[in-house]
C-alpha cells in the first residue's frame, strides 16, 4: 500500500478535500439528463414492471401449492383415520344399532306401555312391542 | 381545480390516481416528469452509466408497485417521495455492492496512489474550492469505496446534494441524532482514508 508521510494536516484540511472527491466523484449534470433521456429507459421500466407481476401472480400460485402440498397428506391421514373409527364402531356389531333403535322408540313415546315391556325383560320381539304399540294407540284414538 | 397545474398539465397527485385506476400511461407522464431528478439522485452515488440506469429502472418499477402507499401533497410531495425512494434503492445497492467478491476491484493500484497523492496535495496548496477535475470521478469512486455504505451515503447526502441533517433524517427514516452520529463517523472515516494518500 502507498502511504506518504507528509506533515501532519488538520481535520479542516482533510475534510475539505473529502468534500471535493464527494463532489468529483459524482456525474455530471448534462451526462445524466443524457443518460435521463435515453429512449428505451421507459420500455425497460415496463417491461421490469410486467416481469414483476407475473412473479408475483406466479408466487400466488406457488404459496396456494405448498399450503395444497402440506394439507393434502394431512387431510388424507384424518380421512384414514376417520374410517378406521367408523370400521371399528361398526365392527362392533349389530347390538349397537338394535340398541339406538330401541332407545329412539323409548324416546318417542316417553314412557309408555314400550318401556315397559322394554325393561320387564321380557322375550318378546321387535314385531311384538311395535303391535302392542299401534293396538294401544288404536284403542286410544277409538275411545 | 386543484388537479391542474396552470398549463392545464395534471398533477402529480392527479396522474397517480390514473395510475390506480389503471391508467398506465399517466405512470409513463410522471417518469417523463421526474427521471431526470431521479438519475441526478444516482449519479451522486454512483459514477457508472450503467449503475445509475439500473437504480432510475429500479426506482420507478419500486414507486410503481408501492403507490398504494404515496399518501398525496399532505404528507409528502411526489417528487420527495420518489427521491426518498431513489436513495434507499441507491443505499441498498451501496450494500450489495460491498458484499460482491468484484468490490475488491475498486482497490486503487500503486499508479492509482501515486495520481491521487499528488492531486491531493494539489488541493490542500490552493486555498480554494476547485470542482475541476482535480481528482478523477473514476479515482473518486475508489477512494469512496473505501468507506462503508452508511458513510457514503451520509456523507454524499450532506456535501454533494447539500442537504440538511433532518432533511436527510426525513429521506433515510434515521433519527436527527443518528444522523449526526454517523456523519461525524463518516466524516473520521474519510479522513483516515485521505490520511494514507497525503
Redesign the interface.
Known sequence: MFEKNSPKLSDEQLDRVGRLIIRSAASGHAEVDALAASPFLYTRISARIEERRREQRDEGWRALLAVAWRAVPAMAMVAALALMLWLGLSGAGSGGSQLGDEAALVGARGNGPVSVVLTDGDHLSRDDVFELVVNREVTGTSK | MDTLTPHDEPTDDALVKLVRAGD?SAF?KL??RH??R???VA?????R?EA??EI??ET??KA??ALDTYAGAHAASFPAWLTQIAINTSYDELRRARRRPQHSGQS?T?AD??QL?SR??S??SSDT???S?????D???K??ARLSAEDQLV??LL??EGQSVAEIAALTGWSASKVKVRAHRA?AS??KV?????
Open positions: 398506465e409513463e417518469f417523463e427521471r431526470s431521479v438519475a441526478r449519479a451522486r452515488f454512483f459514477p452509466r445509475v440506469e432510475v429502472q420507478f418499477v410503481y408497485f486503487l500503486d496512489s501515486q497523492g491531493l496535495d488541493i490542500i474550492d476547485i470542482e477535475e482535480l481528482v478523477s470521478r479515482l473518486a469512486s477512494l469512496l456523507l454524499t456535501d454533494a466524516r474519510l479522513r485521505l490520511r494514507k494518500y497525503l
